[in-house]
């Protein structure tokens, strides 16, 4: 074999474990989610294979799937443009401090060593009619009787923030990191106050860093449904959740199947604009 | 092409007492230091003697510990950097990466109350000057390491600066271009005429760019003098060695007069110092003999040696440069170095040869 050959090949080898599990764990099991999509459920309960556009008839057009996913996407816009304000001082703030840099980044990663859904259910200790909140405030006299500050969307929001500001603070910190500190030293020589340099150079700068944290907290945001499941009341259901409720509670694949691959294509097509504008391989630098 | 040289306001800088710690390391013990309107003074010394720490004080980038900075006779301890109305050059060129040629040297302008139709013609003539004139509309990466280098210069003074700052500008370039910058730089500097404290390592860049060298060692200031001062003079040991190599050779002084101080140093036995070139050696005292490099002259047994003092040497090493060569040789006990042009044949590794050197061209230090 020549040198050109044996090398062209290196690359496939050394990606095959990669691309061999990725094909069978996700292609093939979305291929199957695409035919089911077309199957039908009837009213016994039973699915008929087979080329039916019914799932995708009451999917498309039933306004109560697209409400929902509209305030799927809204909840996920307002988590992403929180996180966005809460991180982006603390990456700013790690990126800029002497030394304690890796302590300070271990302790954005500790809360990843707890199981999501712990984390998620640990606001019910807090928040809850006797969480550590209402106690609190009745112990201090302001309130008399436990207020129900659970199952809302704004719950939902703050599950939500508190899962996903780290995969924001990480990539903000990855940009800021890159950005050589003399930068913002030249602007200010130059006659620009520091709130001008930072707004000038190094705010620029770090937008790939920010639409990189935006765009994984608006995909992971939109596509969760543990967080409404266990803070969200009736009426905050997300878009995952009635996939999950098609799924689990009434084992209607088809629909199931036709809603989640819905939520796949608006993701998906935002995934497409992102790396349109900004490329993939800023959200690969900000994951590494 | 007119800088309006005229119109920028020339500065003295002024180090008093200068002293900056980090935690417990102190980076500047007490400098004082004296730069006059308009000079070129260049800060050398090896990397950590704190020769950065300084320009980072005067730029405003970092506070003394102690002591006062004042720049036009004004004290600016307290005045913040984007006051200061200084330009800095980096060493890496900090140019703003999403921002044109154009608009990296614009950007001083925007706070500075410049009418919006004279910016565009500053940034042109600050092109112009750095001789660059069509590069206004492309973008920092696109250029080379020299042009960004010009670009950096160029947005420093188009705001015209009271003094101006250069951390290592030529560093990052390769050796051929750094001659060519140098040249440039000083072309640029006296052409607008501002103050000028450029940090380096390198003792070529300080010697040829000088008005004055503020040798540094160790977070102290060893030395201030013209080029040829420092290099001529050299006020220590360090500043002897750190500006091309020198033999220190210790020993004693026998008597001095207005004229001269007679040294007895090992080897060559009595030398002749210009007074001039030994103000800290007194008579009786130890005393150490400087003799460069470059005026330790090998040459064949038997060549007319009159007016100099020699010693019979072996060549040890031939350290072959080209234009020049290096030997080390060894002189009874003690290995010297000189550096000699090369005429016809350099002496081979173990030969015999006459070292010699002229006493005037040597200089004295005080202490053993």
Known sequence: MSVEKREARQPWILLSPALTAVTLLLFVPLLFILVYSFWLRTATGADVAGFYLDNWQEALTDPFYRDILISTLRIAAITTVACAVMGYPSAYFIARSQGNKAVLLLLLMLPFWISYIIRTMSWINILGVSGALNSALMALGIISEPIQMLYNEVTVILGLVHFLLPFMILNIFVSLDGIDTNLENAANSLGATKWQAFLQVTLPLSLPGLAAGGLLCFVLGAGTYITPLVLGGPRDAMFANLVFEAIITQLNWPLGSALSLMLLAVLGALVMIYNRYLGMAQLMKGLG | ?368
């Open chain 2, 1 to 368: 092409m007119n800088f309006h040289p005229e119109s920028a306001p020339v500065s003295s800088v002024t180090l008093n007492n200068i002293v900056k710690r980090f935690g417990t390391f102190t980076a500047v013990h007490k400098a004082n230091l004296e730069i006059p309107e308009g000079a070129f003074v260049t800060l050398l010394g090896p990397s950590g003697c704190g020769k950065t720490t300084n320009l980072r004080m005067i730029a405003g980038l970092l506070d003394p510990s102690e002591g006062e900075i004042l720049i036009g006779g004004k004290r600016v301890n307290e005045v913040p950097i984007h006051k200061r109305n200084l330009g800095i050059v980096f060493q890496n060129y900090a140019l703003f990466p999403h921002k044109t040629v154009a608009e990296n040297i614009a950007f001083g302008l925007k706070y500075r109350s410049v009418p919006k139709s004279d910016v565009a013609r500053r940034v042109q003539e600050a092109l112009d000057l750095v001789q660059l004139p069509d590069v206004g509309h492309r973008y920092p990466k696109e250029l080379s390491g020299g042009q960004q280098q010009r670009i950096a210069l160029a947005r420093a003074i188009v705001i015209e600066p009271e003094v101006l700052l250069l951390d290592e500008p030529l560093s990052a370039l390769d050796a051929n271009l750094r001659e060519d910058m140098r040249v440039e730089l000083k072309r640029i500097q006296s052409k607008i005429g501002v103050t000028t404290v450029f940090v380096t390592h390198d003792q070529s860049e300080a010697l040829a760019m000088s008005d004055k060298i503020v040798v540094m060692s160790a977070g102290r200031i060893e030395q201030v003098g013209t080029p040829e001062e420092v290099y001529n003079t050299p006020a220590s040991e360090f500043v002897a060695n750190f500006l091309g190599a020198s033999n220190i050779l210790a020993g004693g002084c026998a008597s001095k007069d207005a004229n001269a101080a007679l040294l007895d140093v090992p080897l060559f036995g009595s030398v002749l110092v210009p007074a001039d070139k030994a103000p800290a050696v007194n008579a009786g005292d130890a005393a150490k003999l400087v003799l460069r490099a470059e005026k330790l002259v090998l040459k064949a047994p038997g060549s007319d040696t009159t007016g100099m003092v020699t010693a019979e040497a072996v060549v040890e090493t031939v350290d072959y440069q080209g234009q020049t060569v290096r030997y080390f040789l060894r002189v009874g006990d003690t290995q010297l170095q000189a550096i000699n042009m090369i005429d016809g044949r350099p002496f081979a590794e173990g030969q015999t040869v006459t070292a010699a050197f002229r006493p005037q061209d040597c200089a004295a230090l005080a202490g053993a």
